[in-house]
């Protein structure tokens, strides 16, 4: 499975972009998609993840500012993100992992980056104040 980012770019405080995560296959029925962060000089983290039925989660620093979802018939992941601040400035992954991995297993391991197997290059968010 191929992965591959795009839609970073630079934005000022306050601030809207949206990042698209094209996929070389439909794993959409079988796959846990998910979207990284990993800020300079910083760990990478987890900010949303959709399951194959749709579920989503989000990391509290990005809760009523972000929105992640999918298109099932383009193969494409997305994050909406708005209210952009100064904070969010990081490289942005995308994720996936069947779903089968998390399977009665605690629902904090779908935020955790070594629970992933396919990765994109990353694109680039930078947000100035």
């Known amino acids: 499975l191929q992965l591959k980012e795009s839609g970073g770019g630079s934005v000022e405080a306050g601030g809207s972009l949206k990042l698209s995560c094209a996929a070389s296959?439909?794993?959409?029925?079988?796959?846990?998609m998910a979207w990284f962060r990993q800020p300079p000089g910083k760990e990478r983290e987890a900010v949303a993840t959709?399951?194959?039925?749709?579920?989503?989660t989000y990391a509290e620093a990005v809760k009523g500012r972000f929105t992640i979802s999918k298109d099932n018939a383009k193969n494409t992941l997305y994050l909406e993100m708005n209210s952009l601040k100064p904070e969010d400035t990081a490289m942005y992954y995308c994720?996936?992992?069947?779903?089968?991995?998390?399977?009665?297993?605690?629902?904090?391991?779908?935020?955790?980056?070594?629970?992933?197997?396919?990765w994109g290059q990353g694109t680039q968010v930078t947000v100035s104040s």
């Open positions: 994720a996936a992992e069947p779903s089968r991995r998390f399977f009665g297993q605690r629902s904090e391991l779908r935020h955790e980056v070594g629970a992933y197997i396919y």
């Open positions: 296959d439909d794993p959409y029925n079988r796959y846990c």
């Open positions: 959709i399951n194959d039925d749709g579920t989503t």
